[in-house]
């Protein structure tokens, strides 16, 4: 009976609908039924971190698919028909429009079984829960986080990017509350304001539990993500385990500085950032060794593919593989142009081999199923594509490093910043070229290092995109305008 009573949850809160707010009012009696145990609670929440990790959000939209493709990683040689016209910012093309409109439904859609999640949890007493308030203020904080960044990503596709001038239009909804079948479009600063205050919330619940309550089982990386060698599960069973797949402290913080400077709040983005870099500088985050970083020149498979010690959140899709087989042509897809243009002489740089080595045809080996090139390279294969290939980052805190430097040379701290600059340039195997002086030079040096750092992950559109920088395209910029970085707002959410 508990059996079918979590499919059945499964498949009332999580189920893909064709509005995206279609809430069916027949399911309230078995949703108050499920919601009367705690393993019901616990099993929604496995679901909508189930949900958040689709191909139509970060298991492929968000991470190595669509938004890759604006960021024009990938060659348009090959790729299939709606990766072309994104790639040409043609918003209006049918097939891109299928694709921003799933991404929209489906990120609405788990929004929903978010909320409805934190109505459930809130009007119950902590005696409820297995781990009775710590599991509790765990939930809350894990949802509003993570409705929090759905926005969020809503917002950097859909909106412009926030200005003095903008700040009062129409942007788009912030649902907080389940059911809500005709939500209005908020302004820009009001979505910004609700996005900041729930992940501000994640932040400060999940502070104590992560850094404190946690620390034996988050300090560690084999801890923080599934790796055959984790501690005693906390709580007894392992809902509270795996830090580092679920919203967390680390996550929620470094967001906030993502948030922070895409608001153009630099104060309190370098405020985020530093707090992330002072646990790197502890130890407790590590930056990935050289030799696991594409270092070993005849075996890329000895790389980390997802470089996992400097992950601060990531999702987990099984299928991560199979789902990127099934897109990818091995003969043409998802090759960037010339990765020379990229590093120019710096091919000592440790991305360089990592990208660029692997079957000498510019391809990533962070989504591609390693293959070991000889024989007792098997186990560290098996391993890589048992815990690492499933992983989908979200956050890395190197991204907190080139927001600390950009925020530097903003304030004219050019020292501050080249120091900080080399300390991560060192850390990348980059060791003999200096940085330049000139502040325009050394952005647009950062530029570069931040399209280095994040290729095919999600990111870097959207950091061209507050920029409003021209996009590489691995041979040259491809010049852009304001409104070639705003996605189609879906058809049939236009009007309420």
């Not at 499919?7 to 499920?34: F, G, P, R, Y």
């Not at 203020?137 to 926030?162: S, T, Y």
């Not at 009062?168 to 509350?177: F, L």
């Amino acid at each position: 009976m508990k059996r079918l009573m979590q499919w059945l949850l499964a498949a009332m809160v999580l189920t893909s609908c064709n509005d995206w707010l279609d809430i069916k009012s027949d399911s309230v009696l078995l949703e108050e039924e499920i919601f009367g145990d705690y393993t019901g609670v616990q099993m929604a929440v496995n679901g909508v971190y189930r949900e958040i990790s689709v191909t139509n959000l970060y298991g492929k939209n968000l991470s190595w698919g669509f938004t890759s493709a604006l960021a024009r990683n990938y060659l348009t040689s090959g790729l299939p028909t709606e990766l072309v016209e994104a790639s040409n910012y043609n918003w209006k093309n049918s097939s891109v429009q299928e694709v921003t409109e799933s991404t929209w439904a489906k990120a609405y859609n788990v929004i929903a079984s978010c909320n409805n999640i934190i109505q459930q949890v809130e009007k119950k007493d902590s005696s409820f829960f297995n781990n009775k308030d710590i599991e509790k203020q765990l939930i809350l904080a894990e949802m509003r986080g993570l409705r929090a960044l759905l926005h969020f990503d809503m917002l950097r596709l859909f909106c412009p990017v926030p200005s003095g001038t903008n700040q009062g239009s129409p942007a788009i909804p912030y649902v907080t509350r389940y059911p809500e079948h005709q939500p209005e479009r908020m302004t820009m600063e009001q979505v910004l304001e609700n996005i900041v205050s729930d992940m501000e919330f994640a932040q400060e619940k999940l502070g104590p539990l992560d850094t404190l309550k946690f620390v034996a089982w988050t300090k560690g990386r084999q801890h923080r993500f599934t790796s055959g060698a984790h501690a005693t599960p906390l709580g007894g069973d392992d809902f509270l385990n795996y830090r580092g797949l679920r919203m967390n402290y680390w996550g929620a913080t470094a967001l906030l500085a993502r948030i922070y400077m895409w608001m153009g709040n630099e104060e309190m983005a370098y405020k985020n950032a530093e707090a992330i870099k002072r646990f790197v500088d502890t130890g407790w985050f590590k930056w990935t060794p050289a030799n696991n970083h594409g270092n070993y020149d005849a075996y890329p498979e000895m790389s980390d593919p997802k470089r996992w010690e400097e992950l601060l959140l990531g999702f987990y899709n099984k299928d991560n593989l199979e789902n990127f087989e099934k897109a990818a042509s091995y003969d043409h897809y998802f090759r960037m142009n010339e990765m020379e243009k990229l590093f120019g002489l710096e091919t000592d740089d440790y991305r360089y081999k990592f990208y660029n080595r692997y079957n000498d045809n510019h391809r990533y080996l962070v989504w591609e199923r390693p293959i070991a090139s000889i024989t007792n390279m098997s186990g560290t294969v098996t391993t890589n594509i048992t815990h690492q290939c499933p992983l989908i980052p979200v956050v890395r805190f190197p991204e907190m490093y080139h927001i600390m430097i950009e925020c530097l040379i903003n304030k004219g701290q050019i020292v501050e910043a080249k120091a900080l600059f080399s300390t991560l340039r060192i850390q990348r195997g980059v060791k003999e070229y200096a940085l330049p002086d000139d502040p325009d030079d050394l952005k647009e040096k950062l530029v570069y290092d931040m399209i280095r750092e994040g290729l095919t992950e999600g990111q870097t559109f959207f950091m061209y995109k507050r920029l409003n920088h021209d996009i590489f395209n691995g041979d040259r910029d491809i010049p852009m305008t304001a409104d070639k970085f705003i996605a189609e707002y879906p058809n049939n959410e236009t009007s309420y």
